[in-house]
């Protein structure tokens, strides 16, 4: 991301004796803008991470990452407004692990990144700035999430129980399947209020896409 200052809306480079056009800005938030090269580094990484393109050319899509991109540059800034710690190295670490265990070779790895077009010190940044996202995030929404026992017994007899008999299936006791529950209506509630907070900080933010 950089700083919008006296930039206009594309980038010029001079080269092999002309003036060409290699990027543009696609959108803005307050200060900062997303480029073009920009959203084409996030899918890359997209290509990589989730087995996608390496680029895109779809107007509807390229904005779409770009309000991704948005979302994330007001939640740096959020971050930068107050004093949160860097995530460990470890949590980066692993992460890199996990990659890395989801080829079956080294040399697996290394095409998959080379088809994709980015390199390794890219994607250790790249997790590495994803760990601090996810970790502000979670100090930012998570305090007093709290999931009841009566949220439980309900989401067993209303989700669950008619689920099982609609599918003609044996229904598993509540004890059975208590810590599932409440791990998935603690993210439900996570992805609640991320999402109350996401729209919050757009709604005071001058954000523009072009």
């Known amino acids: 991301m950089r700083i919008l200052g006296r930039l206009a809306c594309c980038v010029l480079l001079a080269a092999a004796g002309r003036a060409e056009i290699v990027d543009r800005i696609v959108a803005s938030v307050n200060t900062s803008i997303v480029t073009l090269s920009d959203v084409q580094q996030e899918q890359r990484m997209v290509c990589f991470l989730n087995n996608g393109q390496p680029s895109l050319n779809d107007p509807a899509k390229i904005r779409d990452l770009a309000s991704k991109l948005v979302d994330r540059i007001l939640i740096r800034q959020e971050m930068e407004g107050g004093v949160f710690p860097s995530s460990p190295k470890s949590e980066t670490d ?117």
């Open 94 to 210: 692993a992460a890199m692990r996990a990659t890395r265990q989801r080829f079956p070779t080294e040399d697996a790895y290394r095409a998959a990144r080379d088809r994709c077009g980015i390199s390794e010190v890219e994607l250790v940044r790249y997790l590495e700035l994803q760990n601090q996202v996810l970790d502000f995030i979670d100090f930012r929404v998570r305090p007093g999430l709290q999931v009841t026992p009566e949220q439980v017994r309900a989401y067993y007899d209303e989700q669950l129980v008619p689920a099982w008999t609609k599918n003609n299936e044996a229904a598993q006791p509540l004890d059975a399947v208590r810590e599932q529950i409440i791990a998935l209506l603690t993210e439900n509630e996570i992805n609640t209020r991320l999402d109350a907070w996401m729209k919050d900080l757009r709604a005071q933010a001058e954000i523009r896409f072009r």
